[in-house]
């Protein structure tokens, strides 16, 4: 088991960061490689870069959640993996010309 794993390339769990803007505010964001890599992904299928991916999410966890977010690293890793769990379930198509936005989920999942 541990071959499936041990043998990804280093440079996906290197770390790298980022900084960006939410809101006027300058923020540092560090996350392995792999992260930004699925980041990348979802932010082109709604044509945005992945600043502007994040600044969305970001105003939609404090609307929903009316608070500052506690560790907004940590939701991004969250959405990277939820995004791919979703794609693997059939509930987000492989289709990456369909929008993220555009996607309604069922909630059976446990992942909804």
């Known amino acids: 088991m541990c071959q499936v794993f041990i043998s990804a390339d280093p440079a996906l769990y290197s770390s790298r960061t980022r900084s960006l803007r939410l809101h006027g505010v300058a923020t540092s964001i560090r ?13 082109a299928r709604d044509g945005y870069t992945v ?20 560790n907004f690293t940590s939701f991004l890793r969250v959405c990277c993996m939820r995004y791919l769990a979703l794609q693997l379930d059939g509930q987000i198509p492989q289709d990456v010309r369909i929008p993220i936005r555009s996607i309604v989920l069922e909630s059976r999942h446990m992942y909804s």
């Open 31 to 43: 996350l392995e490689n792999l992260f930004w890599d699925v980041l990348e992904k979802i932010a």
């Open 51 to 70: 600043p502007q991916l994040c600044t969305t999410l970001y105003d939609e966890l404090l609307r929903e959640r009316s608070a500052e977010p506690t």
